[in-house]
């Protein structure tokens, strides 16, 4: 599947079977972290067949069931948008794979959790991982012109960067995020939310396999 294809065809997904991921899998997602880690200075962990931070014993847990492997994602204090943008990365990667994904904030047991977390650290998020019971279904979606300032001269890698932006996950669904372009310049956005670095983070990745890097710079 090329990157359009990724990113339609994946949703969030908050109900998984009891099929463990194949090992070629797990090592091309570790192997993924790892470089993902080095690059941005994360500390991202994959954590497999552990069933407590969702309870996956228990018939429902939050909004989520079956969930016993997932991603922590953890780094520096501050890195709320790295976050985003590289754990947009890996759940595309996942999707690549064959398996589904969902971002998850609040509905997950944190104690439960047994991360490694560095005094400077903290775990922002996890994101749920495995074979879904379906695809998920496709969310609505805002208009281009309530994201960014697209007219009709507009470069076709901006209509494009637009598109992809409004294909990602954000809390909620809220796509508070926004895209201006002056020539080759474009500045990313969000309005200020809980969320709202790490849902600008997912934003400019799509963006940016929209666009295509080599047509644009960020302002």
């Given at each position: 599947m090329n990157a359009w294809e990724l990113m339609r065809a994946r949703h969030a997904v908050r109900s998984y079977v009891n099929h463990p991921i194949e090992a070629e899998k797990v090592a091309a997602l570790q192997q993924a972290i790892e470089d993902v880690n080095r690059e941005a200075g994360l500390h991202i962990q994959l954590f497999t067949e552990e069933p407590e931070a969702f309870n996956a014993n228990a018939a429902h847990y939050g909004q989520f069931s079956g969930c016993r492997n997932y991603l922590a994602m953890v780094g520096p204090k501050d890195a709320d948008e790295a976050i985003g943008y590289y754990g947009e990365k890996l759940v595309l990667l996942a999707q690549e794979l064959g398996l589904n994904t969902c971002w998850v904030a609040l509905t997950f047991r944190k104690?439960?959790?047994?991360?490694?977390?560095?005094?400077?650290?903290?775990?922002?998020?996890?994101i749920a991982l495995g074979y879904g019971e379906t695809q998920g279904v496709q969310h609505?979606?805002?208009?281009?012109?309530?994201?960014?300032?697209?007219?009709?001269?507009?470069?076709?890698?901006?209509?494009?960067?637009?598109?992809?932006?409004?294909?990602?996950?954000?809390?909620?669904?809220q796509q508070k995020f926004s895209f201006t372009q002056n020539g080759r310049r474009v500045k990313a956005?969000?309005?200020?939310?809980?969320?709202?670095?790490?849902?600008?983070?997912?934003?400019?990745?799509?963006?940016?396999?929209?666009?295509?890097?080599?047509n644009f710079d960020w302002a």
């Open positions: 104690n439960a959790v047994t991360v490694d977390i560095a005094p400077e650290e903290k775990l922002h998020v996890v609505k979606s805002k208009a281009a012109s309530a994201v960014s300032n697209l007219s009709d001269s507009s470069p076709q890698w901006f209509r494009d960067g637009v598109e992809a932006a409004l294909l990602a996950p954000t809390a909620i669904n956005r969000t309005k200020l939310t809980f969320y709202g670095r790490m849902d600008l983070g997912i934003a400019k990745y799509h963006f940016e396999l929209g666009a295509g890097k080599e």
